[in-house]
């Protein structure tokens, strides 16, 4: 290899006996090799998807099947194979026989590693494997995936999913994809005037020769700067669709993309779950009409019987104005006993514009509030939804957070700003200042 790689493996075992002979065979082609290092994380017990797949994004995982354990690994294999079937993954155990070779073949084990370890027989499978991952870089990374949900039709679930992805796409140049989870009636596509070639079926039906190449012709980038991904054009499409092609659908994509921003609609079907288990955060849309409140407060019990913590899952407020509403933010949260995470203003005229055209706000009047909101959410998806008054003081350093390749946009220029340009620099800082 050229540069010097980081190579991430999950590595799955109780068993420290174990886990020390293969950190030392580890260890030992890492200085063989001097370009590679390797990083083990341990899981002492079997974790869940999230846990080893999005958060540590391994590129590798080992899995040595305890014999107390069997059962219980080899359905983590099984989920595995489902979600992240490109990531390679060893087996291992004391007693290794054809029925596990067997079972653990059928749910894409890639090889073997015999107990007890053999430091070469390590290095020759390492070695094997390695070569067919198609990227190693050291600062690979999944997309983020943002799911836009509400638990009650009508309050703008898809408005705020589509600018939020254009404020997203504008603001940092990234690749951003906008997902129209909606099996039925999806109306992604119609916010934007855009009639789409393809859809969410046609990458099912050719999820083996999905790469970069195989996206960039199918899905074209519009001309706001997201890639629109479209839901099913016939209803009878929908039903065909399994919950687990669509976590490796979702699995794929997030190789490809920066942010996914998806429109989960209103109903919590087992597809949209399986999406919302991997996202980065939910996005729970309502507004303070009573019986969206109402709808709200279930589906926030239904966010916790799922498991989903605080955090993992944002209120956000839509159509709000202060002037009209019978109660306040603080009482909203109050008797939704979470705190909003955000509220967008009600600007019922130049949203309707917006919808009526099927232009994006961003690109109707770029300097109207909604505009602006949309913009700040995008960078509370961006900075973790750490407060925005907590952004650092220094017009520039907000700058690095916000644009991924600021530091070659600027190792970029070349000569010194003319004159004209420093002055306009310096009132784009007073600007924000003022913003901030």
Known sequence: MGKPVDIKIALISSNTSFNEDLKKALDQESRAKKDETFH???????????????????????????????????????????????????????????????????????????????????????NRLLTDLPQLEEDRQLADTFSFFSYKGGIGTTFLAANTAVALAQMTGAKVLLW?????????????????????????????????????????????????????????????????????????????????????????????????????????????????????????????????????????????????????????????RYPIAFSVMNDYVTASRSLNAGIPIADLDRECGLAKQFTQLAQLLVREFMPLEEKPANWMERLKLMLPNFESLVSARKGPPSKGETVKGSAEEKEQSHAA
């Open 180 to 336: 129209d989870l909606v099996m039925q009636n999806g109306d992604v596509p119609f916010f934007f005037d855009y009639e789409p070639s393809a859809t969410m079926i046609d990458l099912l039906e050719n999820i083996g020769a999905i790469d970069g190449h195989y996206l960039k012709g199918t899905l074209p980038t519009h001309s706001t700067g997201v890639t629109i991904l479209a839901g099913p054009k016939r209803p009878e499409e929908a039903e065909t669709v399994r919950n687990d092609q669509i976590q490796n659908l979702h699995e794929t994509l997030r190789e490809y993309y920066d942010y996914i921003i998806v429109d989960s609609g209103h109903t919590l079907t087992d597809p949209v779950i399986s999406v919302m288990d991997y996202a980065k955060n939910i996005l729970l849309i309502t507004d303070l009409h009573l019986p969206v409140l109402k709808n709200t407060l279930r589906c926030l019990d239904v966010f916790e019987r799922l498991g989903y913590v605080e955090g993992k899952f944002k209120l956000l407020l839509n159509r709000y104005n202060s002037k009209y509403e019978k109660f306040d933010l603080s009482k909203a949260s109050e008797i939704l």
């Open 40 to 126: 083990v994380k341990e899981f002492h017990s079997v974790p869940t998807m999230e846990e080893a797949v999005i958060h540590y994004s391994p590129h590798m995982v080992i899995v040595n099947i305890e014999t107390d354990m069997r059962s219980d690994k080899l359905f983590f294999l099984d989920q595995l194979s489902r979600i992240a079937g490109r990531i390679p993954v060893v087996a291992s155990a004391a007693e290794m026989d054809s029925d596990l070779i067997l079972s653990c073949l059928k749910k894409g084990t890639r090889d073997f590693i015999k107990q007890p370890i053999d430091s070469i027989e390590v290095r020759q499978i390492i």
